[in-house]
């Protein structure tokens, strides 16, 4: 079976730090991505990590433990327009399609 | 410019109703899929096509039908039988072969029940 872990909401201040988590459980993996999905919009490519190690990308940075089955998205200088919903999904393999987590509802607040 | 593009926006089915949802895209990609997400939930995948002629089924594929004549198009009917069909679909696109890592979303259909 495949399964993504992430917290369902994050509250934090404008101009903060914010890191979101990802644990998962799949029967094979790729990499791992992050999505941006705003209210009512579509899921917008934010990362992908295939090796260990943090990837950084402006404000966002993305995190990757293989031996943890463990990743995070780090969102710095946090603004109003950062509230979304994030996705952490996974690569199971080559030719298979992502497998989504839930989602974590960030709501930055002044 | 190249993308995704879904019609309708909004969609009303009656009860029995077949309705069908289009997705295009001109981003050349071979891949193409449908995700069911319903409030305050994840993406949940419906079916997946990598090469035109072919397509599988993915995690909710009850009650819905899909085609892929052609690279560009891969339209979702919603049938009958699928008695809860209230959601937010959304299709994708991207290039086999990457690992899927980087798909590319349409804005979405909004489907309602009358």
């Known amino acids: ?110 | 410019d190249g993308g995704i593009t879904q019609s309708p926006k909004y969609l009303f089915r009656k009860e029995g109703q077949n309705v069908t949802l289009s997705c295009e895209q001109n981003l050349n990609h071979d891949a193409m899929y449908w995700y069911r997400q319903d409030p305050g939930q994840g993406l949940r995948l419906i079916y997946y096509s990598q090469i035109v002629n072919d397509f599988q089924k993915g995690d909710i594929a009850e009650g819905y039908s899909v085609s892929r004549e052609k690279k560009e198009s891969f339209p979702l009917t919603v049938t009958s039988a699928q008695k809860n069909p209230t959601a937010f679909y959304l299709c994708a696109s991207s290039i086999p072969g990457q690992g899927g890592e980087t798909q590319y979303f349409g804005p979405g259909t909004r489907l309602l029940v009358l």
């Open chain 1, 1 to 110: 079976g495949q399964s993504l872990e992430q917290p369902s909401e994050v509250t934090a201040v404008e101009g903060a730090i914010v890191q979101i988590n990802c644990t998962y459980q799949t029967s094979g993996f790729y990499g791992l991505s992050w999505y941006q999905q705003h209210d009512g919009g579509a899921p917008t490519f934010l990362s992908y990590n295939a090796l260990d190690g943090l990837e950084e990308t402006g404000r966002f940075s993305s995190f990757l433990s293989r031996s943890d089955s463990y990743g995070y998205l780090l969102l710095q200088e946090l603004q109003m327009k950062d509230s979304a919903s994030y996705f952490c999904a996974v690569t199971p393999s080559g030719n298979t399609p992502l497998v989504f987590g839930k989602g974590t509802r960030l709501s930055v607040i002044a």
